[in-house]
């Protein structure tokens, strides 16, 4: 008798992995489509209007770190742009890359890497220029829409969103 317990509890075990993993692939699916949108942010880091693709948490990383939306969004080109982020305690986050695509639409553009790993805790921003959006670093490539990703070392997707330079 004690059989059926161990294996129904094991079966659920099982079940709730793979839902989990299920949502993790939907998210990265959804977050490598072309950008199509983005949250307007002032410069003062108020929302104005809420591109709802934009800044997820993946599943993996849900009430563990949070990405806020970067500001002012859109941005002038030579503009500087801050990302905010907030680290849970929950449990350690393995570092932090931020990475853009290039020219041929693959992630190989590393725009940002914390120092810190693991994450700690609280808040933390970084801050970049407009201008390191673009694959090639050239004002022509900055210019329009691009999508940021945010990595762990272990190259996990946390989150992902858009920015618009004018």
């Not at 709730?16 to 993790?24: E, I, K, P, R």
């Not at 940002?112 to 921003?125: F, K």
């Amino acid at each position: 008798m004690k059989i059926i317990p161990t294996f129904l509890l094991i079966t659920i075990f099982l079940f709730l992995s793979c839902t989990s993993n299920d949502a993790q692939r939907e998210f990265e699916s959804e977050a490598f489509r072309d950008p199509s949108g983005i949250t307007q942010v002032t410069s003062q880091g108020e929302v104005l209007s809420i591109d709802p693709d934009d800044w997820r948490t993946s599943p993996f990383f849900q009430g563990v770190i949070e990405v806020k939306p970067a500001y002012p969004n859109p941005i002038e080109l030579g503009g500087v742009i801050e990302f905010e982020y907030y680290v849970s305690s929950v449990q350690p986050v393995n570092g932090l890359q931020v990475v853009i695509r290039d020219v041929n639409g693959q992630l190989s553009n590393q725009i940002y890497m914390s120092s810190n790993n693991p994450l700690p805790n609280g808040v933390d921003n970084f801050r970049l220029d407009s201008k390191s959006l673009s694959p090639d670093n050239s004002d022509a490539l900055a210019r329009g829409l691009h999508r940021v990703f945010f990595f762990d070392f272990n190259q996990r997707l946390i989150s992902y969103g858009d920015i618009e330079v004018e």
